[in-house]
Nanobody, 125 residues
């Protein structure tokens, strides 16, 4: 079974940093598309970043230059390094996996069949 679990959320002040981790099992991470999404209170879930099997990243415009997505295939871990955090980054962050595709499609929820439970990130002004 595919299992996905996020960790590393917490609280930070504006301008600070946090690193999220996503531990995955039950599939070959190196041959999968993986992504981070977030959902703020009373808002729809939105894609933040994704990375394909070759390591090519894609970001939503609001986090470009501040967030970095990376993967450690040997450890089966996906990371999201978040720098220069802003209050509007406050949300529940989710790791998503598409184990049947080596290339990522559009950064949309419908592309990813497996999800973690989420980890909360709160940024104060």
């Amino acid at each position: 079974d595919v299992q996905v679990r996020e960790s590393g959320g917490g609280s930070a002040q504006a301008g600070g940093s946090l690193r999220l981790s996503c531990t995955a099992s039950g599939f070959t991470l190196s041959r999968s598309c993986m992504a981070w999404f977030r959902q703020a209170t009373d808002k729809e879930r939105e894609g933040v970043a994704q990375i394909d099997s070759g390591g090519s990243p894609k970001y939503v415009a609001s986090v470009k230059g501040r967030f970095t997505v990376s993967r450690d295939n040997a450890k089966n871990i996906l990371y999201l390094q978040m720098n220069n955090l802003k209050p509007e980054d406050t949300a529940m962050y989710y790791c998503a996996v598409q184990p049947s595709r080596i290339y990522c499609g559009s950064l949309s929820t419908s592309f990813f069949p497996y999800w973690g439970q989420g980890t909360q990130v709160t940024v104060s002004a």
